[in-house]
């Protein structure tokens, strides 16, 4: 089923953006600007892991998360400990509500609005694992020009 290999590929996925984070060799790196780059390694973190609590853990597991995505990108100098932390609780999060989910539930229309037009629910996951793959690669290219 679906939700099996999603939920492989975004663990794996987050798996990779704990692994660019470990990987800088200077901390205060990763909250690093300069020269058109606008969003840090740091706040993009924090925006992937709001993003899949909020759709995955609050809409679909109604786990109360609530979501402050001015915060993702406004925040800074949060430790590396922290924010690893935040990607392992995401990654408990996703294989304890995606394995759940059964077939009617993925087709079924998501139940928020998110993009210009209703989707199903199978689809705005493959949405969901699509952009956390897009920032992924933003957090690689941060990593190897500005640390």
Not at 60 to 85: C, M, P, V, W
Request: contains cysteine.
């Amino acid at each position: 089923m679906l939700n099996q290999t999603l939920t492989i590929i975004l663990t794996r996925d987050l798996q990779k953006l704990k692994s660019e984070l470990e990987l800088y060799t200077n901390e205060s790196s990763i909250w690093k600007v300069d020269k058109g780059i606008s969003n840090t390694a740091g706040n993009l973190c924090l925006h992937l892991v709001g993003n899949l609590n909020t759709y995955i853990g609050e809409t679909l597991g109604h786990t109360g998360y609530i979501r402050n995505r001015d915060a993702e990108f406004a925040l800074k100098n949060i430790s590396r400990q922290e924010l690893i932390e935040k990607i392992d609780a995401t990654i408990a999060m996703i294989n304890t509500i995606l394995p759940g989910l059964n077939e009617k539930t993925l087709k079924a229309e998501f139940p928020l609005l998110v993009l210009k037009e209703k989707t199903s629910t199978e689809y705005f996951l493959v949405h969901l694992a699509v952009h956390l793959g897009y920032h992924l690669g933003q957090v690689n290219y941060h990593r190897r020009l500005l640390d």
